[in-house]
C-alpha cells in the first residue's frame, strides 16, 4: 500500500485520486446536477424567458413612445412655425389697418380743422365789418354831434343881438300870418 492509501483509509473525504472523486460521487453528484438543472430548465427557463420578454416588451414600449413624442414634437413644432408666420403676416395686417385709420383720422382731423378755421375766420371777418360799422356809425354821430355844438357856437358868435330879435320876430310873423 502507498502513502496515500493509508492516508484515505483513516480520512474518508480524501479520494483515490487527487483530481477525480470517487465514482460514487460522480454519479450521485452527476444526478443530483441533473435534476437540478432540469428542474431549473423547466421552472426556471420560462419565468427568466418571460422576465426577459416583458423587459423587451418594456423597453419596446418606452421606444414606441419615445418615437410618438418625438413625432407629435415634431408636430407641434412645424405648427408653432406655421403660427409664427401667421402672427407675422397677422401683425402686418392688422399694423396696416391701423396706419390706414391712422390715416383716416388724420385726414378726417384736418379737415375738421380746416372748417373750423374757415368758420372762425368767416365770424373773425363779420365781426371786423360789424365793428367797423360801428366804429363808423359812431364817428358820424360824434362828428354830428361836434359840428351841431360847432354850428350852434358858430351861430352864436356871428349873430349878435339885434339880429338874433329880427330873427325871432321873424319866425313869429310867419307862424302869424300862416295861421
Known amino acids: 500500500m502507498n502513502v496515500y492509501s493509508i492516508i484515505a483509509a483513516e480520512d474518508p ?3 483515490h485520486h487527487w483530481l477525480f472523486p470517487e465514482i460514487g460521487e460522480i454519479i450521485y453528484g452527476g444526478l443530483a446536477s441533473l435534476i437540478i438543472f432540469g428542474a431549473l430548465y423547466k421552472f426556471g427557463w420560462p419565468a427568466a424567458k418571460k422576465g426577459l420578454e ?10 414606441d413612445d419615445a418615437a410618438a413624442a418625438l413625432k407629435q414634437a415634431t408636430s407641434d413644432a412645424a405648427n408653432i412655425r406655421t403660427a409664427l408666420g401667421d402672427v407675422a403676416s397677422e401683425r402686418a395686417r392688422i399694423l396696416a389697418e391701423a396706419d390706414a385709420q391712422a390715416a383716416a383720422v388724420l385726414a378726417e382731423g384736418r379737415a375738421r380743422i380746416a372748417a373750423e378755421v374757415a ?22 354821430a360824434e362828428i354830428a354831434r ?11 358868435a356871428a349873430l349878435d343881438e339885434r339880429t338874433q330879435q329880427e330873427l325871432i320876430d321873424g319866425f313869429i310873423a310867419k307862424v302869424g300870418a300862416g295861421r
Open 54 to 63: 416583458a423587459r423587451t416588451a418594456k423597453i419596446q414600449k418606452e421606444l
Open 119 to 140: 368758420d372762425m375766420e368767416a365770424r373773425a371777418t363779420a365781426e371786423i365789418e360789424a365793428a367797423r360799422a360801428r366804429s363808423g356809425d359812431e364817428l358820424r
Open 146 to 156: 361836434l359840428s351841431a355844438a360847432a354850428t350852434t357856437d358858430a351861430v352864436r
Open 13 to 15: 473525504s480524501l479520494s
